[in-house]
C-alpha cells in the first residue's frame, strides 16, 4: 500500500496537555505547586530540548496542542508551527469527547480551532481526542469541520477510513504500548503508583514493536508527552530509539497529516 521505497511510515507525535488535563479532571489541582510544576515542565523546560532533538535528527513530527495551551504558551505554539512541524487539535481543555454532550463537544472543538487559528492562521486537518475516547458524534463533528483524520482508535496497525453516514475520517492507529504513559506516569495526588519503568526496557521494547510493524509494513505511531518524555533520561532513549530506526532505509519518518495523505492518495490510487 506504501510507495515503493517505503515499508514502515514512522510518526513521533506529542500531546502537549501541560497542566490542561488536570485542571479539567479537578480544578483544585490549580492549588497543588508540585503537581502543576511537574506537568508545567512539559511545555516549559521539555518542548525547548525536544525541538532541539527533532531538529538535530531532521525529523518532523505532529504535536496535539489542547486550546488552553496555545493560548498560554503562544510563542512556543509559534516556534513548533515554524519549525514545520504539525499542529493538531486536542480539545480545548482537554475534556474527552465521551463526557459531553454534543452540543458541548462542537464548542470544544470551535474553540480550540480559534486557538489554533490565532498562531497558524490555518485551520487544523488532524485531531487526537484526549484520553484516546471518541463520542457517538465525533465523526460527523470532526468531518464537518473540515478535519481529514482522526488518531484516537486502535483498530489496526495501519491507517484506515472510519465512516458516519455520508461522513469518512482517515484514521491514524494509535496504541498503549506505544505511549510513554502507562510506562513512566507516577502521579500519586491521582492515585496513579505505576511503579516507574526502566527507559532501557522500554527502548527495547519499542525497538522490537518497530521492528515487527515495519515486517508487516505497517505504520509505527508513537505517543509521547513532554512533561513524561522530556526528562533527561527518557529523552535520550527517545534520541537512541530515534537512531535505531534510522538504520532501516524503508523507514520514513512524517508527520500523521502526511500519513494521513499517502494513504488516501495511495487508496485513491489502487
Same mark, same amino acid.
Given at each position: ?5 517505503i ?13 490542561? %488535563? ?14 502543576m510544576?511537574?506537568?508545567?515542565? %512539559? ?40 519549525? %514545520? ?9 482537554h ?108 527502548l ?25 518524555? %522530556? ?23 512524517m ?16
Amino acid at each position: 500500500m506504501w510507495p515503493k521505497n517505503i515499508k514502515c511510515p514512522v510518526v513521533i507525535s506529542f500531546d502537549v496537555d501541560g497542566t490542561s %488535563g488536570l485542571i479539567n479532571m479537578d480544578p483544585k489541582t490549580k492549588n497543588l505547586p508540585s503537581l502543576m510544576s511537574m506537568r508545567e515542565y %512539559g511545555p516549559s523546560v521539555a518542548m525547548p530540548r525536544i525541538l532541539d532533538l527533532l531538529k538535530k535528527h531532521d525529523v518532523l513530527s505532529s504535536f496535539y496542542i489542547p486550546g488552553f495551551i496555545a493560548d498560554t504558551h503562544v510563542d512556543l505554539v509559534k516556534e513548533i508551527f515554524d519549525a %514545520g512541524h504539525e499542529i493538531g487539535h486536542h480539545g480545548y481543555m482537554h475534556e474527552p469527547p465521551a463526557t459531553l454532550t454534543k452540543q458541548e463537544e462542537i464548542e470544544v472543538i470551535d474553540k480550540g480551532i480559534e486557538s489554533i487559528k490565532k498562531i497558524t492562521s490555518d485551520n487544523p486537518l488532524g485531531y487526537r481526542s484526549p484520553s484516546w475516547e471518541l463520542s457517538n458524534y465525533s465523526i460527523d463533528i470532526l468531518a464537518n469541520k473540515g478535519f481529514m483524520y482522526d488518531s484516537s482508535l486502535m483498530g489496526d496497525d495501519k491507517p484506515y477510513y472510519i465512516k458516519s453516514g455520508q461522513n469518512k475520517l482517515v484514521e491514524i492507529p494509535i496504541h498503549w504500548e506505544l505511549d510513554d504513559h502507562p510506562y513512566f506516569n507516577h502521579t500519586p495526588y491521582l492515585n496513579q503508583r505505576n511503579v516507574i519503568s526502566n527507559p532501557l526496557n522500554v527502548l527495547e521494547s519499542w525497538k522490537a514493536t518497530f521492528e515487527a510493524i515495519l515486517e508487516y509494513e505497517g505504520s509505527f505511531v508513537l505517543t509521547l508527552h513532554p512533561w513524561i518524555i %522530556g526528562r533527561p533520561g527518557r529523552l535520550k532513549m527517545l534520541e537512541n530509539l530515534i537512531l535505531h530506526i534510522k538504520k532501516f532505509p524503508e523507514a520514513k519518518f512524517m508527520t500523521s497529516l502526511h500519513l494521513a495523505e499517502l494513504f488516501d492518495s495511495s487508496t485513491i490510487s489502487n
